[in-house]
Nanobody, 120 residues
Framework: QVQLVESGGGLVRTGGSLRLSCTAS????????MGWYRQAPDHQRELVAI???????DYMDSVKGRFSISRNDAKTTWYLQMDSLTPEDTAVYYC??????????????WGQGTQVTVSS
């Protein structure tokens, strides 16, 4: 069973910070891409940040300079450091990974989602 478990959401005031974590477990040979998405009410899910196996990083325009994606040395846990938060950042945040499983096929797997609420 391959799964992602997230943690770190919560309620914070404008200008505050939060750090999200996502840990992959199960029958995984490799992780190609690690990412964070978010979905606000009545909005489509959007890509926030992505980190590839060769350590290429990209962010959505509205979070550049405020959010930072990173991972641990074992490449099994990744993080989203969110600073200078605004109410527009309020959403459910999902981690995602493109993984190689035991039969060498690629799969996209998702975390359960964690609520981030920024009050004004």
């Amino acid at each position: 069973q391959v799964q992602l478990v997230e943690s770190g959401g919560g309620l914070v005031r404008t200008g505050g910070s939060l750090r999200l974590s996502c840990t992959a477990s199960g029958a995984i040979r490799d992780i190609n891409t690690m990412g964070w998405y978010r979905q606000a009410p009545d909005h489509q899910r959007e890509l926030v940040a992505i980190l590839t196996k060769d350590e290429s990083i990209d962010y959505m325009d509205s979070v550049k300079g405020r959010f930072s994606i990173s991972r641990n040395d074992a490449k099994t846990t990744w993080y989203l450091q969110m600073d200078s938060l605004t109410p527009e950042d309020t959403a459910v945040y999902y981690c995602m990974a493109n993984v190689v499983v035991l039969n060498w096929s690629h799969r996209d797997i998702w975390g359960q989602g964690t609520q981030v609420t920024v009050s004004s």
